[in-house]
């Protein structure tokens, strides 16, 4: 004979409602994790205001504390809610690349790397600003010095180096 068979009607409803307390919330949060794979985030928030209405909405005249228990339900309601948001399993919803092309915009990837080689070639200039070096030593200031000749003195020298060896 099984223990439930044994059990007292008593016994029976308290272990119902112990496997409602510790079990409820891990199926509600794995339930919500799939939804929200499946359906995307926001509807999780959908959820989370339909269930709010209905708790809410909700009526019962035998119990004195319902309305405390409506308060605590939509509570743990909020915290497992907040514990699926906070998820690493919870995936975050693709944005939606339709809405963001521009109209007539290409999709071919070649096409696209064509016109970003172009953009950036036409806004050499602009992108690398010269770089102004100011002295404040008085008596004047040193000649500048840019990239091209620096690498020209040491292409120099180390010519002027591999004749000698």
Do not use: W
């Not at 806004?123 to 100011?134: G, L, R, T």
């Amino acid at each position: 004979m099984s223990k439930l068979q044994a059990a007292t009607p008593e016994d029976l409803q308290r272990l119902k409602l112990e496997a409602s307390a510790y079990f409820g919330p891990k199926m509600l949060k794995e339930s919500l994790l799939r939804l929200c794979q499946v359906c995307g985030s926001d509807s999780l928030e959908r959820f989370e205001k339909n269930m709010v209405d209905q708790i809410e909405a909700m009526q019962d005249d035998d119990r004195a504390n319902f309305e405390t228990l409506k308060e605590f339900a939509i509570e743990q309601l909020y915290a497992c809610v907040r514990e699926v948001k906070s998820s690493p399993d919870m995936k975050q919803p693709l944005e939606e690349t339709e809405t963001r092309r521009t109209p007539g915009r290409s999709q071919k990837p070649e096409t696209l790397e064509d016109q970003l080689q172009a953009g950036l070639e036409d806004s050499f200039p602009a992108s690398d600003p010269p770089a102004v070096v100011s002295t404040a030593i008085p008596g004047g200031s040193k000649k500048l010095v840019g990239t091209d000749e620096v690498l020209k003195k040491q292409r120099e020298e180390a010519a002027k180096n591999s004749d000698r060896s």
